[in-house]
């Protein structure tokens, strides 16, 4: 605990990626420990802050900076793409870094500073294996037996991407928890709903597990772009239309990259009659 400090009540950052926002505390400069319970009251839109993902940034000794990650129901989450984007950006203007490590469970991650205000994380390699997904069951990811013929990937976390020729049409708030809690799924599963508008571009609509709907999310991103380059309904380099705005992805053999806009909203302090609220 050497060099911190615990001032009163908790300082954070929100932040977002195309509207998939974030409650960032850096652990480096306070002494917190974020549990579940804590996450889920700064989740709360209402009595809270409000976030789809909570990030932690602490130390660590073989990279950069290191992130642990919550959903909004306080369980914890491998990785949160626009998460990590959005941090490396705060870490590579508060540093003047345009070059990053960031480790997390997902292992240790690459960002970059592309220019225009752009920032780009190599995302790594994507799991196709039916164990490491995971999968309940030996099938095959590309044409899980559930209906609509969707394509599991993973991506640190597990993904579930269906390709359908209206991806407004859907009815996500119905279709997304009934997929997120299919049997095939023992880790349960984000969700995804994706439609092609050419060789290059998709549109995109997420459900993400113990969060719900979100206006973006970098690891759907990367996953949906996987699916679709593995069905051959695009090239591996791809530009997606989200809810919250526009990403790129590009799958090339050292992992799947991600660039994409960021944004530092506001620093806030949660009070201590916050913290100590049951």
Same mark, same amino acid.
Request: charged share 25%; proline share 5%.
């Given at each position: 605990m050497s060099g911190r400090s615990k001032p009163n009540g908790l300082p954070f950052m929100k932040m977002h990626g195309l509207g998939n926002d974030f409650v960032v505390i850096d652990a480096r400069q306070t002494a917190v420990e974020v549990t579940a319970s804590l996450a889920r009251a700064v989740a709360d839109r209402h009595r809270g802050?409000?976030?789809?993902?909570?990030?932690?940034?602490? %130390?660590?000794? /073989?990279? =950069?900076?290191?992130?642990? &990650?919550?959903? @909004? =129901?306080? *369980?914890? *989450? @491998?990785?949160?793409?626009? @998460?990590?984007?959005?941090?490396?950006?705060?870490?590579?203007?508060?540093?003047? +870094?345009?070059?990053? #490590?960031?480790?997390?469970?997902?292992?240790?991650?690459?960002?970059?500073?592309?220019?225009?205000?752009?920032? *780009?994380?190599?995302? /790594? @390699?994507?799991?196709?294996?039916?164990?490491?997904?995971?999968?309940?069951? +030996?099938?095959?990811?590309?044409?899980?037996?559930? %209906?609509?013929?969707?394509?599991?990937?993973?991506? /640190?976390?597990?993904?579930? #991407? &269906?390709?359908?020729?209206? %991806?407004?049409?859907?009815?996500?708030?119905?279709? /997304?928890?009934e997929i997120e809690h299919h049997p095939l799924f023992p880790e349960r599963t984000n969700v995804q709903f994706a439609g092609v508008i050419g060789p290059d571009h998709l549109r995109m609509r997420v459900w993400e597990r113990g969060t719900g709907i979100t206006l973006a999310s970098g690891s759907s991103s990367c996953a949906v772009a996987v699916a679709a380059a593995r069905r051959g309904l695009t090239g591996r380099r791809v530009r997606l239309t989200l809810d919250g705005g526009e990403i790129g992805i590009d799958w090339r053999d050292d992992g799947v990259w991600m660039t994409g806009p960021t944004a530092h909203v506001f620093s806030g302090v949660l009070t201590d009659d916050f913290l100590r609220a049951p």
């Open positions: 802050v409000g976030f789809d993902q909570l990030a932690v940034i602490d %130390a660590d000794q /073989g990279a =950069d900076l290191r992130l642990t &990650f919550f959903n @909004a =129901d306080g *369980s914890l *989450s @491998a990785t949160c793409g626009n @998460a990590t984007r959005c941090i490396a950006r705060h870490e590579m203007d508060r540093t003047g +870094a345009t070059d990053l #490590t960031l480790r997390t469970e997902r292992g240790i991650l690459r960002a970059v500073d592309a220019g225009d205000r752009l920032t *780009s994380v190599n995302m /790594g @390699a994507p799991v196709l294996d039916w164990r490491e997904i995971p999968l309940a069951e +030996a099938v095959d990811p590309d044409h899980l037996p559930v %209906a609509g013929d969707p394509v599991a990937t993973g991506m /640190g976390n597990p993904h579930c #991407t &269906f390709f359908v020729d209206d %991806a407004e049409a859907v009815d996500l708030a119905m279709r /997304g928890p």
